[in-house]
C-alpha cells in the first residue's frame, strides 16, 4: 500500500494559471506531473503508475500479434538519418547535436532508421520473416508551440512498433493486426477510438491512420460521415465540390472594383456570389512562390497542398516576396502572370465566368474562364473540406469533429529498406526489400485523453484499468480507527488490489475532495462510526451514493466490483492473427 501521508506529490487547491485544459489543469492539481520547462514534464509516482498500467495494457497486445520488446537508443548517429533523407528534410523539430569529435549525433524523435537498421541485420532471409518488434521509449521533438500539458510537449514516451514482412500482401496482414491491436488496447483504457486515415507526412509510405479520442479538447479535425462509414483527418479528407452554372464562357472584361479587396467585399460590389469569384492565395515554399487559384467559396488546405507539391513546408509569403514578383495582394489574378508557380484547385474545372483580380490596384476581371485564360503548373483537390459536405461515394453529409490524436499507422513499405539498403534473400533467390510498417502510440497522450474523457468538477474519474491504484482508503480518526484502516487496506491487498491509504491528520472534508480529486475508481471510508457499526463506507468515483457494507465482507465486496467494472472494459479474445 501507499500511504499518502510519505507519498510524494502534494494536491493543490486551485487551479493552476497556466492551465486551460481539464488533463492539464486536473494532472497538475492532483499531483501527477510536475513542469520543468516549455513542454518538459517529471511524471510523479502517481502519474508513473498511470503511464506504467497503460504500458502494460499496451505490451499484452503486442505481445497478442506476435510482437517482440526491445530497447532502442534515444541517441542516434545522424549518419542513417542522411541516408534516410530525413536529417535535411525533417524541420527544426528534430533536435541535431555533435559529441566531441564532432560526429553529428540526433536526438530521436522516432525510431524508423534503427528499427530498418536492426531488421537489416536480423533478416538476412525470407525465412526469418515475418518479424515484429516493439518498446517503450522516450522521444525528444522541438515543438515551437508547446500546450496542454501532455497533449503536446517536447518529450514523451511512446510505445512504437515496427513490423517486417516479405511483400505489401504480407504487409497488408500485419497492418490488420495492427488496428485490431490498437482498438482493443484503447478499448481498455476506457477510450472507443475513432479510426480515421491521415496523411503519412514525413513519415514517408503509402498509407496511413490516426487514433483519436473524440473531445472539445483535441486539436485535429475530424472529418466523419453521418454513418461512419467515412473517417479521416481533415488535412486530408475529400469532399463533393457543389457546381454551380453560372452559363456559357463569356469574354473577359476589366471593371473597375475601387476598395475592394476580400472575396466577400468584391463578390457584394459586383452582386455576384462568393462561389463565382477565384480567391488568390500565396505561399512561399523556402525556394519558390507559388500562386494558389481556388473558388471564392473554399479555403485552402495546406497539408493538401504540400502534399501536391513534394515540399516539406510551406509558410504564407510574406509582402516583401509578393512585391519581389510583382503581385498586388487583393487584386492578383494568375490570368498573365509569369515566372511564378501557379497550382488550380480542381473546383476551378468546369466553373465559368469566374471573377478574378486583374493585376491592377481598384480593377478586377470578370468572365475569367479555366483553363481558356490561364494555366496552371498543378491541379488538384487542395480545398478543405466544410460541415454539410457531402462524401464522394455515397453524398452523406459530413460533420467536422474535434479528437485527440492517440495512436498512429503506417504502411511504410520499402521506402526506409530501399534507403538503408535493408534486404533479405527471397525463396527464389533474388534480394528484395523488406517491406516496413510504423505504429506509434503517446503514452502521456493516451492518460491526458483519458482525463479529458473522464472528469468532473470534483477531478478525475480513472477507468479501473488506468488509475494509479485500485481503491482508496480514508482513515478518519487514529487509534483503533487507524488499526482497522491499515487492517483493511492488507486485505484489499490480499486479494490483489491496488491501496492508496489516506493516514494524514487532515480534516474528511480535505480527504474527500482530494479522493475524488485523484480518482481512483474505489473509495472506503474508515471510522469511529462505521467501526461501531461493523460496517465500511463504500463509494465508488462514478457514482454519487455512498453505501455501507458489512466490514469483514468489504474486500471481498470491492474486488467484486473492481472486476466487473474491469470486464467491462476488455473486448471479446483477440482475433487470430494473420
Not at 500485419?174 to 507526412?201: H, K, M, W
Amino acid at each position: 500500500m501507499q500511504r499518502m501521508s510519505r507519498l510524494f506529490g502534494r494536491t493543490l487547491r486551485d487551479d493552476p494559471a497556466e492551465a486551460t485544459l481539464a488533463s492539464h489543469r486536473l494532472l497538475l492539481r492532483a499531483g501527477y506531473v510536475r513542469p520543468l520547462g516549455a513542454g518538459i514534464y517529471s511524471m510523479l509516482p502517481l502519474g508513473w503508475r498511470v503511464q506504467r498500467r497503460l504500458e502494460q495494457i499496451i505490451r499484452e497486445e503486442m505481445d497478442a500479434i506476435g510482437g517482440q520488446e526491445v530497447h532502442m537508443p534515444v541517441v542516434q548517429p545522424a549518419d542513417l538519418w542522411e541516408r534516410s533523407g530525413r536529417f535535411h528534410s525533417v524541420g527544426p523539430e528534430l533536435a541535431r547535436f555533435e559529441d566531441r569529435w564532432g560526429r553529428d549525433l540526433v536526438l530521436a524523435m522516432t525510431h524508423e532508421e534503427v528499427a530498418t537498421d536492426l531488421g537489416k541485420w536480423f533478416a538476412s532471409s525470407y525465412r526469418q520473416l515475418p518479424a515484429v518488434i516493439y518498446h517503450f521509449q522516450t522521444k525528444f521533438r522541438d515543438e515551437p508551440r508547446p500546450r496542454g500539458g501532455l497533449l503536446r510537449v517536447r518529450e514523451f514516451t511512446m510505445k512504437d512498433a515496427y513490423s517486417f514482412d516479405t511483400d505489401p500482401e504480407a504487409l497488408e496482414a500485419a497492418y490488420q493486426n495492427f488496428l485490431t491491436a490498437y482498438t482493443r488496447a484503447f478499448r481498455r483504457c476506457g477510450i472507443e477510438p475513432t479510426v480515421v486515415e491521415s496523411d503519412a507526412g514525413d513519415m514517408q509510405g503509402s498509407a496511413a491512420h490516426e487514433f483519436h479520442c473524440l473531445t472539445d479538447a483535441g486539436e485535429d479535425t475530424l472529418v466523419v460521415s453521418a454513418s461512419g462509414a467515412y473517417a479521416a483527418n481533415q488535412d486530408i479528407a475529400a469532399a463533393r465540390k457543389p457546381a454551380f452554372d453560372h452559363g456559357p464562357p463569356r469574354p473577359i472584361q476589366k471593371v473597375a472594383t475601387p476598395g475592394q479587396e476580400t472575396i466577400q467585399a468584391v463578390a457584394a460590389f459586383l452582386g455576384v456570389p462568393t462561389h463565382q469569384t477565384l480567391k488568390a492565395v500565396f505561399y512561399w515554399t523556402g525556394q519558390q512562390l507559388v500562386f494558389v487559384a481556388i473558388r471564392g467559396d473554399l479555403e485552402v488546405n495546406e497539408s493538401k497542398l504540400r502534399r501536391l507539391l513534394d515540399v516539406p513546408e510551406i509558410r504564407l509569403a510574406a509582402d516583401q516576396e509578393l512585391d519581389a514578383a510583382g503581385l498586388v495582394a487583393g487584386y492578383a489574378s494568375p490570368v498573365g502572370v509569369d515566372g511564378v508557380l501557379v497550382v488550380a484547385d480542381d473546383s476551378l474545372q468546369g466553373a465559368t465566368n469566374l471573377v478574378a483580380g486583374a493585376n491592377t490596384p481598384g480593377y478586377h476581371l470578370t468572365n475569367v474562364n479555366f483553363p481558356r485564360d490561364f494555366q496552371a503548373d498543378h491541379v488538384g483537390d487542395i480545398a478543405q473540406v466544410r460541415a454539410g459536405d457531402r462524401t464522394l461515394d455515397t453524398d452523406e453529409p459530413l460533420t467536422l469533429r474535434p479528437g485527440i490524436e492517440i495512436g498512429n499507422t503506417f504502411k511504410l513499405g520499402a521506402y526506409y529498406s530501399e534507403k538503408l539498403d535493408a534486404r533479405y534473400l527471397a525463396a527464389d533467390g533474388q534480394r528484395r526489400p523488406i517491406v516496413m510498417g510504423s505504429y506509434g502510440i503517446g503514452i502521456g497522450r493516451l492518460a491526458a485523453a483519458i482525463v479529458e474523457r473522464y472528469h468532473d468538477d470534483a477531478g478525475i474519474i480513472w477507468p479501473v484499468s488506468a488509475a494509479p491504484f485500485d481503491v482508496h482508503v480514508v482513515q478518519l480518526g487514529s487509534g483503533d480507527v487507524a488499526a482497522d484502516a491499515e487492517r483493511l487496506s492488507q486485505e484489499l491487498e490480499a486479494v490483489g488490489l491496488s491501496v492508496l491509504l489516506d493516514d494524514r491528520a487532515d480534516r474528511a472534508g480535505v480527504k474527500f475532495n482530494d479522493a475524488d480529486l485523484i480518482g481512483v475508481p474505489f473509495r472506503l471510508t474508515v471510522s469511529k462510526r462505521t467501526l461501531n457499526a461493523r460496517n465500511v463506507e463504500f463509494k465508488p468515483r462514478t457514482s454519487p451514493d455512498r453505501t455501507s457494507i458489512p466490514r469483514a465482507q468489504a474486500a471481498q465486496a470491492v474486488h467484486q466490483a473492481h472486476a466487473q467494472a474491469l470486464a467491462a472494459l476488455t473486448p471479446a479474445a483477440m482475433p487470430a492473427a494473420h
